[in-house]
């Protein structure tokens, strides 16, 4: 079992950045690939970014490429997700996921674990 704790989320101004925060444990953290998905209210959960195992390769949404980056550090079993220039369409219950497989997905059938979310709200 992997447990997933998100941190960092808030109200912004658009044009702000912020940092969420993923911290993992339970069972070996740098064995897992880590991604960022997005769910708006009356939206489907949308994929963010993903990061293999190793931290080599990473994915991104065309929305957030340019904006967001996705990084990890494997001894404090943590992932983040440097947001700048956000925009109202943003706004969203930011969830972090933990997958078996050590390559980075952008599909939620891909993820086993799931944290319990974190809310970013950015204002016009």
């Known amino acids: 079992q992997v447990q997933l704790v998100e941190s960092g989320g808030g109200l912004v101004q658009a044009g702000a950045s912020r940092r969420l925060s993923c911290a993992a444990s339970?069972?070996?953290?740098?064995?897992?690939?880590m991604g960022w998905f997005r769910q708006a209210p009356g939206k489907e959960r949308e994929f963010v970014a993903a990061?293999?195992?190793?931290?080599?390769?990473?994915l991104y949404a065309d929305s957030v490429k340019g904006r967001f980056t996705i990084t990890r550090d494997n001894v404090k079993n943590t992932v983040y997700l440097q947001m700048n220039n956000l925009k109202p369409e943003d706004t969203a219950v930011y969830y972090c996921?933990?997958?078996?497989?050590?390559?980075?997905?952008?599909?939620?059938?891909?993820?086993?674990?799931w944290g319990q979310g974190t809310q970013v709200t950015v204002s016009s």
């Open positions: 339970g069972r070996t953290f740098s064995h897992y690939a």
């Open positions: 996921a933990a997958g078996n497989s050590p390559r980075a997905y952008s599909t939620t059938t891909s993820y086993d674990y």
């Open positions: 990061i293999s195992d190793t931290g080599t390769r990473r």
